[in-house]
């Protein structure tokens, strides 16, 4: 068997049921999928029952495991490299859509780089540009060209050889806590002859099919994690390349903007709370990107978190105010068009 696709998931059958049909359709002898049910509150394997989706499609391809309890979402992913006999392992979230034809074309890139300790291939969300593909060799020239971190963070667009990348696991499962144990698995397996590849192919769509907003992820403490990274038994040269990577992140993805906001509205957390966590972004993780428009926002963040119930009424007015511009704005276009 040449790959296992594993899904992790808990909670959005519904969601999976919708997107699988994409995947069950390409599969081949070459490929099994395994899907690794998270004890959700309905069984998966009832929901996908009912729907005959495997027995229609691919009887006899598709495994439903069940945890019998919730080990939570990061140790949920590091077990897609404890499942299934294929050389290679492909994560695909619950909620990613499989672009027509991947299957075939992951496939293509096993067979081309069949010495390959890890294959990363691009999405939107990687914030990077990839004219054409590349191999790193190593451990550091592999942080150096990837660009963004957010390239190998989304777990859907990454494949492993089982053989190489099993020697990692032990250090995901210690650092799982850092929002990021699939990056862990990577970076502590590879050895100064791994060869990873950074391929152009997309493979997956971006689009959630009736994704359930309850099952949204909260981005600060994926914040207040990730630097945690730092701690890995990395050689100097490598520790400064990855907070590099890590700095970045404030620029493309965990932008303090976003942040703030999310604190501003978290009801669950006190004034004091807000504060503190806040604190801890600016010394553990904006400090690995310091700029002075990054210095100015992180004292109008930190002083409107003083006043958060004034904060907020302040927020909610100003997004009123432009909110209502938008509209007349868009009103105007649409009259001048007709005219």
Same mark, same amino acid.
């Given at each position: 068997?040449?790959? !296992?696709?594993?899904?992790?998931?808990?909670?959005?059958?519904?969601?999976?049921?919708?997107?699988?049909? !994409?995947? &069950?359709?390409?599969? $081949?002898?070459?490929?099994?999928?395994?899907?690794?049910?998270?004890?959700?509150?309905?069984?998966?394997?009832?929901?996908?029952?009912?729907?005959?989706?495997? *027995?229609?499609?691919?009887?006899?391809?598709?495994?439903?495991?069940?945890?019998?309890?919730?080990?939570?979402?990061?140790?949920?992913?590091?077990?897609?490299?404890?499942?299934?006999?294929?050389?290679?392992?492909?994560?695909?979230?619950?909620?990613?859509?499989?672009?027509?034809?991947?299957?075939?074309?992951?496939?293509?890139?096993? /067979?081309?780089? #069949?010495?390959?300790?890890?294959?990363?291939?691009? @999405?939107?969300? !990687?914030?990077?540009?990839? #004219?054409?593909?590349?191999?790193? $060799?190593?451990?550091?020239?592999? &942080?150096?060209?990837?660009?963004?971190?957010?390239?190998?963070?989304?777990?859907?667009?990454?494949?492993?050889?089982?053989?190489?990348?099993? @020697?990692?696991?032990?250090?995901?499962?210690?650092? @799982?806590?850092? !929002?990021?144990?699939?990056?862990?698995?990577? &970076?502590?397996?590879?050895?100064?002859? /791994?060869?990873?590849?950074?391929? $152009?192919? *997309?493979?997956?769509?971006?689009?959630?099919?009736?994704?359930?907003?309850?099952?949204?992820?909260? *981005?600060?403490?994926?914040?207040?994690?990730?630097?945690?990274?730092?701690?890995?038994?990395?050689?100097?040269?490598?520790?400064?390349?990855?907070?590099?990577?890590?700095?970045?992140?404030?620029?493309?993805?965990?932008?303090?903007?976003?942040?703030?906001?999310?604190?501003?509205?978290?009801?669950?957390?006190?004034?004091?709370?807000?504060?503190?966590?806040?604190?801890? &972004?600016?010394?553990?993780? +904006?400090?690995?990107?310091?700029?002075?428009?990054?210095?100015?926002?992180?004292?109008?963040?930190?002083?409107?978190?003083?006043?958060?119930?004034?904060?907020?009424?302040? +927020?909610?007015?100003? +997004?009123?105010?432009?909110?209502?511009?938008?509209?007349?704005?868009?009103?105007?276009?649409?009259?001048?068009?007709?005219?």
């Amino acid at each position: 068997m040449k790959l !296992s696709i594993v899904i992790p998931t808990y909670n959005r059958n519904t969601t999976l049921a919708a997107n699988l049909p !994409s995947l &069950l359709r390409q599969l $081949t002898p070459e490929c099994e999928l395994i899907i690794i049910d998270n004890a959700s509150t309905i069984p998966v394997a009832e929901t996908l029952s009912q729907a005959k989706l495997i *027995e229609d499609q691919a009887p006899g391809r598709v495994t439903v495991m069940r945890n019998r309890l919730n080990i939570g979402g990061n140790a949920n992913i590091l077990r897609c490299h404890e499942c299934g006999i294929g050389d290679w392992v492909w994560t695909i979230g619950d909620d990613d859509l499989v672009a027509d034809g991947a299957v075939d074309s992951v496939l293509g890139y096993l /067979s081309a780089y #069949p010495t390959a300790a890890f294959i990363n291939f691009h @999405s939107v969300v !990687s914030h990077v540009q990839r #004219p054409k593909d590349y191999t790193t $060799t190593g451990r550091l020239e592999f &942080l150096y060209r990837m660009q963004q971190l957010t390239a190998i963070t989304f777990m859907s667009v990454c494949v492993y050889r089982r053989s190489q990348i099993g @020697s990692g696991l032990k250090y995901a499962y210690q650092f @799982s806590y850092s !929002s990021a144990p699939h990056v862990v698995l990577v &970076l502590m397996a590879l050895r100064p002859d /791994s060869i990873c590849v950074f391929a $152009t192919f *997309e493979p997956i769509r971006q689009i959630s099919v009736d994704c359930d907003q309850n099952q949204s992820y909260a *981005e600060v403490p994926i914040a207040l994690a990730l630097p945690t990274l730092l701690y890995l038994p990395l050689r100097p040269e490598e520790k400064r390349e990855l907070k590099i990577l890590l700095g970045r992140l404030a620029q493309v993805w965990l932008v303090r903007a976003r942040l703030f906001r999310e604190l501003l509205f978290n009801n669950a957390s006190t004034g004091a709370e807000k504060r503190f966590s806040f604190l801890r &972004l600016r010394r553990d993780f +904006y400090s690995m990107n310091h700029t002075w428009k990054g210095s100015v926002e992180n004292a109008i963040y930190g002083v409107m978190l003083w006043f958060p119930a004034t904060s907020l009424k302040l +927020y909610r007015k100003v +997004y009123g105010v432009l909110k209502h511009g938008r509209v007349i704005a868009q009103r105007v276009t649409s009259a001048d068009e007709r005219l």
